[in-house]
Structures are given as C-alpha cells and as structure tokens.
C-alpha cells in the first residue's frame, strides 16, 4: 500500500500514542498483578502444607511468570506505537512545511506530488515572461541534506525564477512522502513480530522469543528512546537524568532497555531490579537455546539467582538485583537490602575462580546475604553487595603455565575502573545525607579494590576499606588506599595460604626448582617436583623481605600499617578440612569463623571502633 501526500498530511498520530497509551495501562495492570501475586499470594501460601497447597502454589508461580510476559509484551507494544508516532510525526511535519511554502507562493501541489509553478521571470529574445510549468519530486539519494529553499539543482537551467523553487519543494514532498512509506513498512513488520504464541504457558523459549521481539524494537525505536540515554555521563549526571524524566518516559525506557538500565550506574537500586528482573527472563531464554559450556554454566547461575529472587526466606533482607549479564565470564550484581535507603552500604569483589555459575549464586551470594544479617544486628539500616561487575581469573586448567593466570594484575586492572563507577553510582542514589560506605575485597578481589582505590581520587564515596584473605593489593602501604590507613581492615588467617604466597622471586624460584625438579622425576627421583619447588622457594626467600607477598606488602603485616581484625585460623592446609583453602573460605561464614563475621559486620555497621583485633605479623 502505497502513502499519498495527502494521508501523510491528514494523519491523526495521536491516535498512534493514544493506543500507545492503553497498551502502557495494560502493562502496568500486568505489572501490578504480577507483583501481587508474588508478594501477596505466593507468600501466602509458601507456609501452608498438603497437595492443595503444592498445586495452588505451582499455578500462581506460573501465572505471575504468565504477567511477567504480559507486562514485557504490552511494553514492547506500547513503544513501538510511540515510536511510529514519533517518526511519522516527523515526516508529516517536513511535508507540511513543503506544502506552506507552495501555498505561500501560490503554487498548485496536485495529487501525485506534482508542483505547478506560474510564469515569471524574461525570456532574454522576447522578452516576454517564461511560462509556467509543472515538475515532480525526486529523491537524492547521494546527498542527504535537506536542499536549500531556492537553490537550483546541478544542471538546472530553467530561467523561470519559479521553476528552481517549485521543484525543491516537490522534493520535499516526495522525500517526505517516501520517508514515511518506509517508516509505515518498518513498522508493520515489527508489530506483526509482537504476538504472543497460542496458550498460556510461558517457558524459555518464549522469553527467548521476547528477548527477539525486544532487539527488534530497539532497533526501530533508537532515535526516540536510546539516543536519549546517557551512558557517556558520569552517575551523578544520570540519577540527575533519570529523575527528571516523566513516568511515562521511564516506564518506556524500561520496557524496551532493561539490560542497558539495569546495568547503568546511577539509576536507583529498585529500578535498577526490575529492569534485571526481566533482563534475566530474556537471557535465561536466550541461553537455554545454546548448547555451549558457557551458556549452560551461566544458564545454571541465572537460574539459581532468580530461584532465590523469587522464593526469599522470611526474615532476610530483600534481595535486590542491580545488575546481569552473559558477556565474558558473566556480570551479577545482587543486594540484600536497599542500597539507596540504607545508611551503611558495603559492596564485596569476590576473586580468583568466580564466573556467574552456580557456585557464584550458591557461594557469594550467599556471602552478601550473611553480611547484611550481620551488620543489620548492628544497624538494622544496612545493606551488602556482592559485585562481579568484572571477569575475575579462573582456576588453572591443564598445565602448569595456566597458573600464571591468576599471577597477573590485569584483571584486577581492568575491573577497577568499572567497580569505581558502580560506587559513583551508589553514592550518587544514596538518600541519606551522609551515607557509610564499605569497600570490601576478598582473595583476589582485594587487590581488585586496592587498585581501584589507588586510581586517582580513589574509591567513590568510600569511608572504610576491609581485605580479606588478601595476596596484596599493588600497595606497599595502607595510606596508599585513599582512606587513611585507620580505616583499612584486615582479615587474615595463619591457615589461609593465600595470605601468606611467596613474592614474585620466590614464586619464580618455585616455579624454576618445580622445572628443574620434574627433570629429575621423569629420571626416577620420587617427590622431585615438590623438593625442588621447595629449594626454590627458600632460596628465594632468603633474599627478600619476609613482609613481601605476591601482590605487594602483606596488608596483614606490621609494614602494611592497617588494623587487623581476629578470626579464626581455621582448619590446616591439607592436615585438618578438606584441602588447602578451607580457612580461605571462611571470613563471611559465622557458623565456621564467627569472630572474623562479626568484625566484619561491626566495621560495616559503622561501629569499627567494637572491633576485636590482633597483631600484624
């Protein structure tokens, strides 16, 4: 079907936004059933016993999953009639303008865009007026800036003055005419896409689908909705951006980019879950359909993750998640507790061997969880976060050289930046006036907020700085962290040995003798690897500072200058536990160290004074 000028000029586009209008209720009555279902209905029936109970419990699940999808449908919808609304709008207005300027000059606009223009001007033998004419519009489809108002097209030499000026305006005409026949294509395919499939059961592959329709009017709705996201700007300036938009506006931006907000700093904590609440539907979706390693490992950890979100005990702090995502290792975010209402707020980096997986969702999350309880018997206004906003080395595979993957700082280097920006951004949206906010690392993950506390101006917001079972953080002292050295905090274990790894030349001195060792092993000397990583060792050793660890000064030494906090030794490597890193695991577990939970949980609270200590080494 084919657009007249003459549609183009008569159309109502508001009644593209007023349908847009009842798509937005629809969503937000499917939004506000889903939320009742979830927080009154399902939590209702989570304490009640017997195969009526089950089954009833098992159908609500389903339905709020059923308005989920209708709430993220009707949105998608709603979008794509503002956004037509919006690019027609635009069409119209430019034909509107070429059909005021023939009016004014009293041309003639027939009804196949055509332009008739008077006569004017001399002809130079008879002096006589040039006739009058008429032209149509072309496109250029080399140039497209919109012509000048009279300027005469190349080779254009008719000396009627009329004629140059007539045919710019049947461009315009037809460009805008063409422009709009585009738009009104584009658009049909996309709302033909936006159907929903027969029945009521919502499974992966119809999130999957979703995740499909939601890419495909992204990519209609750009100039109206993401060109207007500020993701250049600092924190501040987008918690300044968001809370200036309308609720309309907000509400659309969510529908159509929760990815992108959901991950953004500086959008409030509440908005920041619900757009990841059904981000993670898409992606769960979008994973399920892969049969890879890394999708089925990330699949695991979604799904773990939204099982807990969906089913939280009594009692625990509400979960929030402030960030998800499938790129590299995986991104997860999760909360317990408001960041933005909470007067104490801490942020955990969890370190070597964490992807989004389901040891991530079982473990740190889990991490995060006992830390808000513990604070909150201090100050019940806290809050922890548990950030892998980055891709923290992983565990060694199959030779021996993949160990120096976890030797290097590059990824602690990497992450830096973007944790400082997630911390901007909990600044920025913070209500209380003057907020307490821990920065808290463990094993890797401490030299990941060392470094980013040794960026220039160090840690956003950052009050207090807590490292455990620390291999250094890059500084050789406390003062180096942008907090002062009293407010540095650390944990370490004489049974974690990951607090006490050789120096960069003892480890080399290991890793030499281990070589020279496996020489002799492969010649018939049992035990030569070990012995001769050993010499190594202490021939390095006997040549450097004892204080020296992999990654630095030890933080839990007397050179470090920071205050150490007791905690249990925990079990012996290899003599008491399971293996070499029990005592490794246990700084935020207060069933197995509760002196080092507590300590943890007072320095959050703001009450580091109440501390119980012990000596550096």
Request: with cysteine; net charge negative; glycine share 10%.
């Amino acid at each position: 079907m084919t657009v007249t000028w003459e549609q183009l000029r008569d159309l109502k586009t508001t009644e593209y936004t007023e349908a847009a209008t009842a798509w937005a209720e629809a969503s937000s009555r499917a939004d506000a059933a889903r939320d009742r279902i979830s927080v009154q209905m399902v939590k209702s029936l989570e304490s009640q016993k017997g195969a009526s109970a089950s089954s009833a419990y098992e159908r609500l699940k389903r339905l709020d999953r059923n308005f989920d999808f209708i709430h993220t449908e009707c949105g998608l919808i709603r979008t794509t009639l503002d956004s037509l609304a919006h690019e027609l709008s635009a069409e119209q207005v430019r034909l509107k303008g070429a059909l005021d300027d023939a009016e004014a000059r009293g041309y003639a606009v027939h009804a196949d865009g055509s332009v008739q223009y008077p006569a004017g001007g001399e002809n130079l033998l008879t002096k006589e007026p040039v006739p009058g004419g008429t032209v149509r519009g072309t496109r250029y489809l080399l140039d497209t800036r919109p012509p000048v108002l009279g300027q005469r097209p190349p080779g254009f030499a008719n000396p009627n003055p009329h004629a140059a000026v007539a045919q710019e305006i049947a461009n315009r005409i037809v460009s805008a005419v063409s422009a709009a026949q585009e738009v009104d294509s584009r658009f049909v395919r996309a709302l033909n896409r936006l159907k929903a499939p027969d029945g009521l059961e919502v499974t992966d592959a119809t999130w999957a689908d979703a995740a499909g329709d939601a890419q495909v009017v992204r990519e209609n709705a750009r100039d109206y909705l993401r060109d207007t996201i500020p993701e250049k700007s600092s924190p501040a300036e987008r918690a300044a951006w968001w809370k200036g938009l309308t609720p309309d506006r907000q509400a659309e931006l969510l529908s159509v980019y929760p990815d992108v907000l959901g991950n953004l700093d500086g959008i409030p904590a509440a908005v920041r879950d619900d757009a990841n609440r059904d981000n993670l539907q898409m992606l769960m979706g979008k994973l399920s359909g892969q049969d890879d390693e890394k999708s089925r490992t990330q699949l695991a950890g979604m799904r773990s993750i939204d099982s807990q979100l969906r089913n939280q005990k009594p009692g625990e702090p509400p979960m929030y998640l402030l960030g998800i995502g499938d790129q590299g290792g995986g991104r997860a975010i999760v909360a317990f507790g408001n960041p933005d209402t909470s007067r104490n707020v801490s942020v955990y980096v969890p370190g070597l061997g964490t992807a989004l997986d389901a040891d991530f969702a079982r473990n740190d999350v889990q991490r995060a969880r006992d830390t808000a309880l513990g604070a909150r018997r201090y100050d019940p206004s806290s809050a922890a976060i548990v950030w892998l906003g980055y891709d923290a080395p992983q565990l060694p595979a199959d030779h021996l050289v993949d160990n120096l993957d976890v030797m290097s700082e590059e990824h602690a280097r990497r992450g830096a930046p973007d944790y400082n920006r997630f911390m901007a951004g909990i600044s920025a949206t913070n209500e209380n006036p003057d907020p307490h906010i821990t920065a808290l690392g463990h094993s890797y993950g401490s030299l990941t907020v060392g470094q980013a506390a040794q960026l220039d101006g160090g840690i956003p917001g950052a009050d207090d700085i807590i490292l455990v079972g620390s291999p250094g953080t890059g500084a050789h002292h406390a003062d180096q962290l942008n907090v002062g050295k009293d407010h540095v905090f650390v944990g370490a274990s004489d049974h974690d040995p990951v607090t006490m790894l050789p120096n960069k030349s003892e480890s080399n001195g290991m890793l030499s003798g281990a070589s020279v060792g496996a020489g002799f092993g492969a010649a018939g000397f049992p035990g030569a690897v070990v012995a001769g990583g050993a010499a190594g060792f202490f021939l390095g050793d006997a040549v450097t500072d004892e204080s020296e660890i992999y990654f630095g000064t030890d933080p839990a030494s007397k050179d470090f200058g920071a205050h150490r906090f007791l905690v249990a030794d925990g079990p012996k490597p290899f003599i008491e536990g399971n293996g070499p890193f029990d005592a490794h695991s246990n700084y935020f577990n207060p069933l197995k160290d509760q002196d080092s939970a507590s300590n943890i949980a007072r320095i959050i609270a703001g009450q580091s004074g109440a501390i119980s200590t012990e000596e550096p080494r």
